[in-house]
């Protein structure tokens, strides 16, 4: 019937990102606490900008 319309993603999470790069998740957590790469925290939660994760297309990473 009424499917939402999908919004594109600004962050994603290290573990997903991770995947995503093929990069390994301690290497991405260690980036972002020393503040090699963007990211953001919230509460426990580690974010990388969705144009960090995807940087040569737009905001969602579609192509």
């Known amino acids: 019937m009424n499917e939402p319309i999908p919004t594109p993603r600004l962050y994603y999470r290290v573990k997903e990102a991770s995947r995503i790069m093929g990069v390994p998740v301690r290497t ?7 503040g090699q790469v963007p990211s953001r925290r919230l ?13 040569d297309s737009g905001t969602d990473g579609a192509a």
């Open 28 to 34: 991405l957590y260690h980036l972002a606490e020393t």
């Open 43 to 55: 509460g426990t939660v580690v974010l990388l900008p969705a144009d960090f994760v995807y940087p």
